[in-house]
Nanobody, 121 residues
């Protein structure tokens, strides 16, 4: 199994920046991709950004050029970071860290507890 802990959310004014972090522990070798998703009130959870174990990245069109995902690894943990710049009110949501794993022929999704991001003046 993989354990995920999200942190870094908060209240920021439009045009401001925030950095989210997610610490992954457990069966790290099984992680294929790590991603950020978000869910605004009344909306479905949506993909924001992702990074593979090989370093390939992907972004939702709505955040391209404003958000940057990165991943650092050591023997004990993975740390997933989402740098969010030029934030807009429509970025307000609960942000969730996600790990997609492949292990012994089985796949699984793991989720962090979520961290609230509010963009408002």
């Amino acid at each position: 199994q993989v354990q995920l802990v999200d942190s870094g959310g908060g209240l920021v004014q439009p045009g401001g920046s925030l950095r989210l972090s997610c610490t992954a522990s457990g069966r790290l070798f099984s992680i294929y991709t790590m991603n950020w998703h978000r869910q605004a009130p009344g909306n479905q959870r949506e993909f924001v950004a992702g990074i593979t174990s090989g370093g390939d990245t992907k972004y939702a069109d709505s955040v391209k050029g404003r958000f940057t995902i990165s991943l650092s690894r050591d023997s004990a943990k993975n740390t997933l970071t989402l740098q969010m710049d030029n934030l807009k009110p429509e970025d307000t949501a609960v942000y969730y860290c996600n790990a997609f794993t492949q292990d012994l022929g089985a796949t699984a999704d793991y989720w962090g507890q979520g961290t609230q991001v509010t963009v408002s003046s």
